[in-house]
Each structure stands twice: as structure tokens, then as C-alpha cells.
């Protein structure tokens, strides 16, 4: 199995609701560093997994929607805690639209899994690792 | 697929039997940067895959047990060489013991794999993965 | 000169002030990977240039202070723009006090300079380098 | 599932056929850092996966024989594109075949998997991940 | 003294004169990871070094001069040895003179100092750091 | 003032004395990741702060007398902590040594000053500064 990674982060506001957060239950933020694995059985013509250059402006425009905002007053989490791993899989399944859309270019079809792993600090992190 | 990875670190000594491991053979030691990486198919209510602060607690207790010692003496490692390998299962079996006793919270025993790393150095880790 | 460098984090919510921060204006949050680096000319009898332990205790208490926070809602910081910069700052003086104030133990006084970083991400940081 | 990681480097020029490539196709160059993780079931009677000092030398001689060349005129690669996913598998072979040889020593016939990772800047990587 | 840090990187081929350089005497690569840390003795205004999406786009134009090239075939380093060393003595210069003609701002110019390193593996890095 | 940096390390055991080091009084260990930077005004001839090759081979020396060994069985050290910050030094005074002695060639004279950082885990390090 070949796999590319790349790279981005975002900086969010929330907060968290249950007993077991604790002090996070409070409005407090995260930088969190995204890195996106594509993985494929074999290479393309060009002999690449994916255009990098096309994955990391896919993976720009998804974090974008989620960069330098209050995540608590995002209409599309209501009712949900936006804890790492259900934001890596925000993450995971808007790439995965992104790239049934073609906007990873055609070849991006042949693309079987993906991990999306989150890097909250240098001591914890959270993924989300599925078939596409 | 979702996880959580949290770290922690020990400071041991000992020393390795057999010519395969040349000068390691002498009394000497090491810092191991230990990750654990919990895994379950689906979130819980709250939304996460362990609680975090029960998990990073719950890695201290284990390290405890290790930390600041000759493994050399330990009586659990006799005639054993402790490996970064080794020690990574050691780890591993330690914390899937913790589990099973509840300490991570009733919801952990969702729990179905886990990957324990030890960076022993810039250059080298070693890791131990398997379900519970 | 020798010196001794220690790490924590925080996780807040913030937003800033000024057309120079344009999306960075609205309410979001930064994990700010901490590191404090603590100097003098020579060591003291143990051979140390501060107890390791008490150092961290110290950055521990200060970073409470900050964590899992609006920092937009914390009145000390009224009427400024809390920038990684001027954290880093924040974070200097109140070492400083707590090391004026014996917490790090009476040979920490021959501590001549700090250096307080803030990694707010793996392409950013910010320092406050200092005199005590 | 136990593993041992190693890590060498590699400084190489090449260029990329193709339009998906942009710029890289004018020659160019890279460093890889290249991490071999070795798997197997069960550790030997040593206590380990392999022996590290034998596979760090292996990984070393393997890098060599790419090391400071213009990949492009590297007849082994004639007409195909040196990506980063390709060489992670070239490096996956060439250790592979370094196995089979014995060069890891007779043990190491029990590793049933490695996986090569080539990390070419901190934002960006591939790997190829396969069974011997 | 405060100081911001942006990080870019390069991907270059080139080859270096002189004995000293061994295999390096040949056609190669290098990714250099390029870190530049802008200095000032106080905040502006707004409470900032320097706005760090200037400083990354200076950055940016700064390394595009550079990436993707076979620096033997700039003349602008005809004679002389682009070594990691070297190149960041180019880097700083190139941001320097950006500075003096306002790309970062007209605040800009009250940064005193600046250091530019760049990594070029996980074992190996070279910077320059001055005045401006 | 331009720099090189070069990276090695060890693995060691010994014990602290002193109340102040409280578990660490035991006898344990720890891997050291160890940087030297090299400091000159100006570059040599041949463009280089030092022959990185030889720098490395140095290092490799100097740490090769400390490597694999219970510290507290060195001579050299009787009487002394082996503190993180003290070994920074011996690192520092030992390479210093070969500087004056030519091992890393005539042209390393115009060597100004060094620092050498020992990362003892992920969350500390300690270094020496200084002049030669």
C-alpha cells in the first residue's frame, strides 16, 4: 500500500459538555496540526498517489471552513461536542466528498483509505482512520 | 475508526544480554518517550474514544512503576531482556489491565486495540500493537 | 552559561484587536506549546542550574492561570491584544515573580535570564528573552 | 504485532515528467528522511525484532547506493518518476532483498512486514507499506 | 527582546567545490526547512512583532526565488559554494532588503535582528543571525 | 554570526545525590540527544562554519567515551553530579579539546564559540554556552 501525507492546521474556539472534560467544559481553543494519509494499492501513470499540491489546496479550503472561528456557534456541530477525533472525522468526510467531487483530479478515485490525524499539543493527539 | 494518543516518558537503566547487542551489553539506560494509542470503532456519548485525563493519568501510574529504576533489579523482568520492544508489550499488557479493571471508566471497555511506541532516540522506537 | 529548558501548554480562546489580524479577529482559540528557558553563569553545589521538578511545578501554576480560558474575558489583560508575543511576555513575569518569591528555592536567585517561547503552531512561535 | 522503527537520510536532485508536477519538473532536489519500521508476531530469544545495529547498517548501505546523485541519471529508474511514494518503495525492495540475502542476520526471517516512510519537509511525506 | 518565528521550506539541487565536501562534490538535493526569527526590544501598537502573514508571504516570495531550481545555474551565486551556511546568509539578506523597502509594514522597521535557519536534515542545520 | 549544528547521542545510566533530585537519586538512565551549534563571523573559503563531516566525527568520538556507560563509574566525574546541564559542559570542554587540537582541521580555529543542548526527554533539555 503507497500513501501520501500533507500538512495544515487551524486554531479554533469551543467548549465541551460532560463531567469528563472538566476545566474544558469552560470556552477555551486548540491549535490542532491535520495530517491527511491517502492511500492507494498502486500508483498512478505519473507515478504519485495523489497530486500533492491538489491535495494540500483540498485540504486548505476544508480547514478553512473551520479556521479562526468559535466552533460552538457552528450550526452544523449543534448538539454535538467537537472533541479531536469527531473533528478528525469532519475532516475525514469532507475530504472524502472533496475527492468523490473530483476535486482531487480523476485519478484521486483510485484513492482506498484515508487517516486523518489531529495534534492538539505535543503530548495528545486523535484520528480518524476509514475506507473511502 | 477513531483513536486517541496520549504521551508520557520514563528515565530507566539496564542492560542487555547477548553479543547481538555489543556495548549495549554494559549497565547503561535510556529515555523512553512512550505513546499509547487507544482504538474503538465508534465514539461514546460525549463523543470521544477515552477520557483523556483518565488515560494520561492512568499511563503516569503505569510509568511509575518503571520510572527512575535499574530494570536490571525489577524481579517481574528476571532472566527477560528489557528491550524497547519488550517494554512496549509490558506497557501495553499493564494498561490493558488497567482497563479491564475500570480504571479508564466503564466506557473504555470499548476499547478494542491499542499501539504502544517507544522512542528511544531520534533515530529508533520501538512499538507494540494489538487488540484487547 | 548554562542553562535548563522545561515545557508545558495551554489551550485558550481568544480574539484580536486590528485590521493587521483579519480572520484572526474573530473569537477562536491556540494551543501554545510552552517552553522556559531558565540561565545562570554557573551551576550551584548539586551541579543544577534549577531543580527541574520545582521549575515545572512553577510553570504548572502559572499556565492554570491562563489555561482552558477566554482570555478576552480575563480583565488583567484589558484593553490589550493577547498575541503569542505578548503571552510569552506575560508568562516571563510571572516566572519571574514566582522565582523572586522563592517558589523555585533560594539558589534559583542566581538566575540571570529567561527565555519564554510559544509555539502556537509547527510553522509559528514567539519568544520573550529577558533579564530577571 | 511487535515493530522496531530505524531512521537515515538521503540528499538527492531529480526532476518530475509531467504537468501535475509544476514547478518539480524542473530539476530540483530533496532530503528524505527515512524511517524502516520492521514487524513480526512474536521477538526472538534475544528479546527483539532485529538486531538494530545490524539494521541500521543495512538501511545505511541501502541509502548510499542513492545518496548525493541526480536521480535522473540513475539508469535504474529510466523512464519512470522518481516521487516520493516510488523511492519508498524502491527502499522497501532494496531492504527487502537485503533480508532474503541474510543481511539482517537469519532471525530476521521472521519479519512479516515493513513499512518505509519518507518524510521530504515538515510538511509533507510518503510511504509504502508491504508484506516480505 | 521579542521575536516572532515564521517557518517555509525549499526543495534545491545543486553541488559544492572542494574536497571538503566528500560525495557532496557531486550533483544532489536538499529540502531546507527555513525558520526566520524577527527581533524587537518592544510591541507595536496592535502588540505584535511583526504581522506574521506578512512575514510568511515575504517568506514565501523570498523562497520562491530559490525552490525548485538547480541553484549551479543561478548566476547570482556564480563562484561560490551554496551551502547551507551560505544560503541562509542569502535568505537573511533577501528578507532584510524586503524590510527596507516596507513589504512587512511600515512597523517593520523596528526590528533590530533577525536569525534564519535552515534544517537541512533531522541531524544537521545551519543559520545565520545578525543585525539589520 | 553564521552557525552549524550537528546532532548525536547517548544512552546512559547513573544517579543523582542530593534531596533536590528526589527519585532520580536512584540509579536510572536516560538517552541524550545532543546538539552542538558552532559559531564563526565568517565563512571560510570554502563557504562552511566547519567540515560537517569531521564535526560529526568529533561528536561521534567525544560521545563515544560517555556512550553506553554507568556514569557512575567514570573517574572523571567522582565527587560530581552527572546532571544534564554538567554533562552539556563536558560535552562542550571535550569537543573544545579537539578543536585545539585539530581534529576538526586547521580552518576550525576561527571557531568563536559553541553551544551543545542535551534533550533529555520531549518536555526537557539543558545546554552550555560559551565562548572558546
Do not use: C, W
Not at 503507497?2 to 467548549?15: F, K
Not at 505519473?46 to 485540504?59: E, F, K, N, P, S
Not at 467531487?101 to 478515485?109: E, I, K, Q, S, T
Request: net charge negative; charged share 25%; no cysteine.
Amino acid at each position: 500500500m503507497y500513501s501520501v501525507t500533507v500538512r495544515g492546521h487551524i486554531m479554533i474556539a469551543h467548549s465541551l459538555r460532560g463531567d469528563v472534560f472538566g476545566p474544558a467544559q469552560r470556552l477555551h481553543g486548540a491549535t490542532y496540526v491535520v495530517d491527511v494519509e491517502f492511500r492507494r494499492p498502486e500508483l498512478d501513470a505519473a507515478g504519485i498517489v495523489v497530486d500533492i499540491g491538489r491535495a494540500t489546496d483540498v485540504l486548505e479550503v476544508v480547514l478553512a471552513g473551520l479556521n479562526y472561528r468559535n466552533l460552538d456557534e457552528d450550526q452544523s456541530f449543534a448538539g454535538r461536542n467537537t472533541t479531536t477525533e469527531f473533528l478528525a472525522r469532519v475532516i475525514f468526510d469532507r475530504i472524502g466528498s472533496a475527492i468523490k467531487r473530483g476535486d482531487l483530479g480523476p485519478g484521486a478515485g483510485a484513492i482506498e483509505s484515508m487517516r486523518v490525524t489531529l495534534g492538539e499539543s505535543h503530548i495528545a493527539s486523535a484520528a480518524f482512520d476509514g475506507r473511502l
